[in-house]
């Protein structure tokens, strides 16, 4: 269904600048962050996915996922591990 929002220029360049670098339309994005917002699955912090953002390159974000993944599973004392 269109719909008509007004959305201020500096949050919409951001909103474009994220949609790009995630390889989707304006859009997509505004559809998913939405969803993501009214289901309550923002598990990230937004001070998390800046540094993730920061960080250079591919290799980068894969050296951090590994790390957070590493500290996950050696603070799942009580859990069995599964594979993630």
């Known amino acids: 269904m269109p719909t008509t929002m007004h959305i201020p220029?500096?949050?919409l360049r951001r909103v474009d600048v994220?949609?790009?670098t995630r390889n989707v339309s304006r859009n997509r994005f505004v559809v998913d962050a939405l969803?993501?917002?009214l289901d309550g699955d923002e598990r990230w912090s937004p001070e998390f996915l800046r540094a993730l953002d920061a960080l250079p390159g591919d290799e980068g974000m894969s050296r951090a996922v590994d790390e957070m993944l590493e500290a996950v599973r050696s603070r799942r004392a009580s859990k069995r591990q599964s594979p993630l």
Do not use: D, N
Request: hydrophobic share 20%; no cysteine.
């Open 18 to 20: 994220q949609a790009k």
């Open 9 to 11: 220029q500096e949050l």
């Open 35 to 37: 969803r993501r917002t």
